[in-house]
């Protein structure tokens, strides 16, 4: 079966920085997309960082372009997503995501397996 466990989130300090990390399971890490979403209660999902399944390339949300930065190691089957200058809204709950295909788009509708989510709060 295809794992993906989150780890990494916590409370921080606006200004601050946290790293998440997924680690991966049960399928072959290197030959798909994967993507960070986040959502806060009351709200949709939103796209954060996606990175097709080489590492080539990726992509942000318009909310987090120049503070957050998403990587891989493929040799690791990890995925994680460094966040910069945190602000209040940046508070939610994150998602890791195995796209469908090798290449990722910035909506839910390309993600097949979802991780349980871990939780940033972000507070002084």
């Known amino acids: 079966q295809v794992h993906l466990v989150e780890s990494g989130g916590g409370l921080a300090q606006p200004g601050e920085s946290l790293t998440l990390s997924c680690i991966a399971s049960g399928f072959s890490f290197s030959k798909y997309a994967m993507a960070w979403f986040r959502q806060v209660p009351g709200k949709e999902r939103e796209f954060v960082g996606g990175?097709?399944?080489?590492?080539?390339?990726?992509d942000y949300g318009d909310n987090v372009k120049g503070r957050f930065t998403i990587s891989r190691d493929n040799s690791m089957n990890v995925l994680r997503l460094e966040m910069n200058s945190l602000k209040p809204e940046d508070a939610a709950w994150y998602y890791c995501?195995?796209?469908?295909?090798?290449?990722?788009?910035?909506?839910?509708?390309?993600?097949?397996?979802w991780g349980q989510g871990t939780q940033v709060t972000v507070s002084s």
């Open positions: 995501a195995k796209s469908s295909s090798s290449v990722f788009i910035p909506a839910n509708t390309g993600y097949d397996y």
């Open positions: 990175i097709m399944s080489s590492g080539l390339l990726a």
